[in-house]
């Protein structure tokens, strides 16, 4: 019965220590972190009651994953655990010149293979104020793309505002794809957040005139593009990041 | 409105790593524990709702202190911030032949120094079914003892079961000034835990006839000691580490 | 043309340090491992010529786990690159009473997924006097089985003796399974090399009379197992370890 | 019978590595130092006899902070041994915009505690040639204060030449209590260091027509304070840090 | 028989951590490497067949060195195991204003005191195509020299294509003798690489008219000096680095 | 003007952590130490005035070395500045099965290299009591034999009390070569501490009757020897290791 629900994948998140490159160290430091539950963690951090939702596998890096949330304060009553791993990302930070690298390992998680029955959503939003969720979960697999329908449909079921951040992962899926389930999705959301890439990638909005401006930033195109999208989804709000 | 409750310091462990002696070692490694805590947080990780009462003080070490038994699942919410500081230990691993070295820098720590008005005793024993504290607490200072007996005193008003670890401490106080305290906190007691220098030094206890048993363990002596423990007080259990 | 050929895959082992558990630890050592490669550095090290094949992808796991193999002058000719991820293993160290575990995290890996055309074992095989593996590879997948199966009828075609290991693994396949498929594949060993378990698990056999001799090492019973194994599958040599 | 002789606090400073925060960290580097002993340490560093004065408790941390200072061959021998603790510092370091902090964690320290009577300034000051001394030591207690005091009236009669560096510090007392403590200190002080913050807080100076300047840098403003406190307490030179 | 050979001298580096000074850390990070030893590794990351001679100890460190280039798939079989010690460098990573300094303790290594007769320079360079080295090796000592000359000769009798690096190194050797020494070499070289500073100090070429330009940089001048080197020495090329 | 005097080599260490092997390192811990170094540091830290006598390098390791025994209360005032390098050792920790192994890389270091004139003996022993060495310096190089053999010498000048550890060492000198050096110093040595192995290869003296007592500790024998040993030299004591 928290105030903010929050949904998504965490992961463990395994980088070289002393920015040193994949392929150079011998060894990983370890982090667990995903944006949403980030966000919940940064509530929580404000003294905002939130709870984290996910599924985690019955394994240590999922316990740890669901102590990492827990030690932050964030409620994780409906976190579900089960299922066969915990996604994996191995990141390479950047120094000067040479720009950060990503690799995901993330296919076949807990989340990716999650059911809807998994949860009750009725418990999860009886009370809840705000919910929010971002685009990274409809791209991890079909099962995750139902489950992110069920949970805004139940979310507004309930009346409680919608919140999604774009967030456009080419690695996940390709802008095609990516739009297709994206605009679909825009029914159940109140408030979107994203960056103009996001905007292109996840809904197929572009600033017009690109060609007479080019070069320059054309703030007076974005705005164009930002009304576009609250007039065609009915968004209460669009907040650029 | 946690079942257990238990209350006590938690403090920050510093020791040097790879069994290194202080003095030698370049860095500590950090680790928050105290006697109450663990127990919280063991209880907590076989799925018993846990509360742990005590006060840390507005700064890194305090809010580290109170993510770390977060972290497990205990209920922090009884938990008051403020005082000066979080207690210290530095502790040096013993290796083969060489014996561990404790040394404490705990005085006037938050708890040591926390007043009966900052904890809400009603509210914190509301549907409580055991409270658990040790001898530690009512050693560090007068203000400690004295809301330690509060503490107690409000257990047995709520009809809460009462446990206390003995665990005499010879770094905070004298076997007389011990016994003389302890003593007195026995009447609200239920279920005493202890070994047999806790049961002499704490509670001022002997087997008897030890001159006779000289070398051997005194198992009858022992049991002799427990029934008196028991008859003396009107323990419900006493129980031997 | 390397004079011994080993086939299997190669992992990376993540563990924490210091003997620190899974959970505890903000940090994995990385060591590349796996049981055929291990035989090939080995041999390399004893200044034997030997070749390891493998299918590795083409990210900076795989190309460590090339270059790991590769340091000890292992021929690495033969090593296909592609396919989607490299198999990991979660790993902490027993202390005292506390046993090791393991957790796999190898599904899907890029030798599990090997095509049989990715290999020119006419190449690999020419002028080769040696071919090892073990019974982990087959245990991976179908195709993992297939490959393994192909090599072995290369190797025999091309006159080259065959080693095993049998190597029963519990988490990869149940003994039904393992039977099934290992019985299969003994036609192409020369020499099988096991223990008890892996003897019975793997192939079935069990040392006669086991009752009578409960409690005792029965060394009887496993001379005459391997007798049999001898003659059933006409072996030229069976090593226990 | 050194030449220089510096007094004052030596404190075990522990801070994350990596540049990490407090309660990010699970680990801390241990450095001792203290601006007095640094500046004996330098002086050593350049090939002169400086000896260094203060009190260091009798355990594991008191003798670490000894061996520091000895290690760069300063003169420890006026050292006196005894007390209840070492003070502490907590120090995190800056990133880009992330301000460095620290913590402190040192009342009750040996040296706040010193007595006069601990130290032979007779014996301390025989054919020295200058004393120094900060204004973070008269800061730390009461005791502290009669020891610099002591300490400042005993370096006059030896004929010692007296430098204090003024060294505001705002968590250890007020700007009020800092100006009358230190204007009593400074008929013993030969040379004055400090910055404008310093002589402001510590000693109550303000340039002149600061509101006419204000926004640049009041360079003749600056001179004249420095006139000005040359003029009333009798300095043989003023320098700015 | 690869394509392209490097020759010269491979150290351990020992650098302390965290950009930390030599003096204030308490350990060393290991990295083995060398100017030529360099080239060889990144020509085969391209893809290119190169070899890579040298002499190393039989100890454990030149075991590391020679499993460092192999790692990179390098071909060692060149590699001479003998004498008496690896060449050792210090180094200390520069910190903004603070620049890098270097020790070197590498008198006495294996590939200083190596012998002509220690390589069969016919199976060396039979087929190679491209021969590299720098001007180190032949400052490192009269036996490295006559090695040096030995195997360029052996090249140019290959009709090898020799490329150096000139590579001044001042704490080797005086301009002076490195003038005599590497215009002896000269005759062998058909690609020759270096800065203004190499050019001067090694060969002793200066740019015309310096003084009339001093302060800019005179491309005209450096220009004038490589068609200088190029018509005495008859280079195909010169590159500047 | 030190009690006690010690001469002898200081010598970086270098060691892998966490008991790693030579090879599977990629650090060092630096440890500096030497036999009659640790003798003074053992004797300060007991409260006695001990200096101890070496040359050392003009560099950050040597300045490092000196640091070292500084911070022990050693008297380093002795200590001549100059030389080549600091000597190296090697570290490989044994662990169960597996011996420890020690690599020296010590030749050409200052110590070895020192010359008689670069010590003012008269100074250095005005007022000792006691000089103690080992047979490690004599074993280093001529030079350093002869600065021993002088040493020694002006001890019995000033009428110091001289003891010597034996301490054979086979990888700086052969059991002939030692005795031939070692008796001739016996002269100037009051006592004499070494095991019965230092005192068979580094004197010469078998125990009586060996073959009889063959896989015994033969106690007699070794009482033999001492016996003899103080009977031969006029030992005031022989002391066991």
């Known amino acids: 019965?928290?105030?903010?629900?929050?949904?998504?994948?965490?992961?463990?998140?395994?980088?070289?220590?002393?920015?040193?490159?994949?392929?150079?160290?011998?060894s990983f430091d370890i982090v667990y972190g995903g944006d949403e539950a980030n966000v919940a963690v940064s509530l929580s951090n404000f003294?905002?009651?939130?709870?984290?939702?996910?599924?985690?596998?019955?394994?240590?890096?999922?316990?740890?994953?669901?102590?990492?949330?827990?030690?932050?304060?964030?409620?994780?009553?409906?976190?579900?655990?089960?299922?066969?791993?915990?996604?994996?990302s191995f990141y390479e930070i950047g120094v000067s010149?040479?720009?950060?690298?990503?690799?995901?390992?993330?296919?076949?998680?807990?989340?990716?293979?999650?059911?809807?029955?998994d949860f009750d959503f009725d418990k999860i939003f009886k009370n809840a104020e705000w919910f929010h969720i971002s685009g990274i979960t409809p791209a991890l697999s079909k099962k995750a793309l139902a489950l992110t329908e069920k949970a805004?449909?139940?979310?507004?079921?309930?009346?409680?505002?919608?919140?999604?951040?774009?967030?456009?992962?080419?690695?996940?899926?390709?802008?095609?794809?990516?739009?297709?389930?994206?605009?679909?999705?825009?029914k159940y959301v109140d408030i979107c957040i994203g960056n103009e890439e996001?905007?292109?990638?996840?809904?197929?909005f572009k600033p017009a005139n690109t060609d007479v401006y080019k070069g320059k930033l054309n703030l007076e195109g974005y705005k164009d593009i930002f009304i576009q999208m609250k007039e065609r989804f009915g968004f209460k709000l669009v907040a650029s990041t």
Chains 1, 2, 3, 4, 5, 6 share one sequence.
Request: no cysteine.
């Open 152 to 186: 805004l449909a139940m979310a507004k079921k309930h009346e409680v505002t919608v919140s999604i951040d774009l967030n456009y992962r080419r690695k996940l899926w390709s802008p095609e794809r990516a739009r297709e389930v994206m605009t679909g999705l825009m």
């Open 47 to 88: 003294g905002i009651d939130a709870a984290y939702v996910t599924k985690l596998p019955n394994n240590p890096f999922g316990q740890e994953a669901l102590n990492y949330i827990r030690k932050y304060g964030v409620n994780t009553q409906y976190i579900v655990r089960g299922g066969k791993r915990l996604g994996l």
């Open 97 to 117: 010149m040479r720009p950060s690298r990503v690799f995901y390992d993330r296919s076949g998680s807990a989340i990716a293979e999650a059911e809807i029955s």
């Open 1 to 26: 019965m928290s105030k903010v629900v929050t949904m998504g994948e965490i992961m463990m998140r395994l980088a070289p220590p002393n920015n040193l490159r994949l392929g150079q160290s011998t």
């Open 198 to 204: 996001d905007a292109e990638k996840a809904l197929g």
